[in-house]
């Protein structure tokens, strides 16, 4: 009796050796009939192929944090921030790479200076003589706040007509002289 191989069905794909960058997997069969006499070699039992082709992903490797820098702004609210080299950047849907960090700094309030309006002009002297006064006065357009630069005075008093009035002709002292 010449019996011929006989070669039953391919069992599924086994599991890929490796979950990226080109893997192996192979599936067998089995022999239901064992040739004798002469009858044709059994074929192939056993497949390879190639799975998983795609690369792998690479994470990003970065160096060792700089110090940081120095903050945006005085007051009100800045950034500061530090960086690092990166040593190997991200491929394939790898982890990214964060050079740069950022936090806030100098986040108190800024100071805020009074500002006023110039001096007005100055009022008429209170006095025609023996010593009087005048004064001017100025607005407040900004009041201070955080601790900013104060206001100063809103109003200003300076002497005037401070000779004696002995000296100084007066119309009433101008009738005087007629005895009224």
């Given at each position: 009796?010449?019996?011929?191989?006989?070669?039953?069905?391919?069992?599924?794909?086994?599991?890929c050796t490796?979950?990226c960058g080109?893997?192996?997997?192979?599936?067998?069969?089995?022999?239901?009939?064992?040739?004798?006499?002469?009858?044709?070699?059994?074929?192939?039992?056993?497949?390879?192929?190639?799975?998983?082709?795609?690369?792998?992903?690479?994470?990003?490797?970065?160096?060792?944090?700089?110090?940081?820098?120095?903050?945006?702004?005085?007051?009100?609210?800045?950034?500061?921030?530090?960086?690092?080299?990166?040593?190997?950047?991200?491929a394939h849907?790898?982890?990214?790479?964060?050079?740069?960090?950022?936090?806030?700094?100098?986040?108190?309030?800024?100071?805020?200076?009074?500002?006023?309006?110039?001096?007005?002009?100055?009022?008429?002297?209170?006095?025609?003589?023996?010593?009087?006064?005048?004064?001017?006065?100025?607005?407040?357009?900004?009041?201070?706040?955080?601790?900013?630069?104060?206001?100063?005075?809103?109003?200003?008093?300076?002497?005037?007509?401070?000779?004696?009035?002995?000296?100084?002709?007066?119309?009433?002292?101008?009738?005087?002289?007629?005895?009224?």
């Open positions: 009796i010449n019996a011929e191989y006989m070669g039953g069905h391919w069992s599924a794909w086994s599991q490796k979950k080109g893997g192996k997997q192979s599936r067998f069969r089995d022999t239901l009939v064992v040739p004798k006499n002469g009858g044709l070699k059994c074929g192939v039992r056993k497949q390879k192929r190639a799975c998983n082709k795609q690369p792998c992903p690479v994470d990003c490797v970065e160096g060792k944090w700089k110090k940081w820098g120095k903050c945006s702004k005085k007051c009100g609210g800045g950034l500061k921030e530090r960086k690092r080299p990166i040593i190997t950047p991200a849907g790898g982890r990214p790479c964060q050079p740069t960090e950022r936090i806030p700094c100098h986040v108190q309030k800024c100071p805020i200076d009074c500002k006023m309006s110039k001096w007005g002009k100055w009022t008429k002297c209170s006095k025609d003589c023996g010593g009087g006064y005048k004064e001017r006065a100025r607005n407040i357009l900004v009041k201070e706040a955080n601790d900013g630069e104060p206001c100063g005075n809103t109003t200003e008093v300076q002497e005037c007509n401070a000779f004696p009035c002995n000296n100084f002709p007066h119309p009433q002292n101008h009738f005087m002289h007629w005895g009224v």
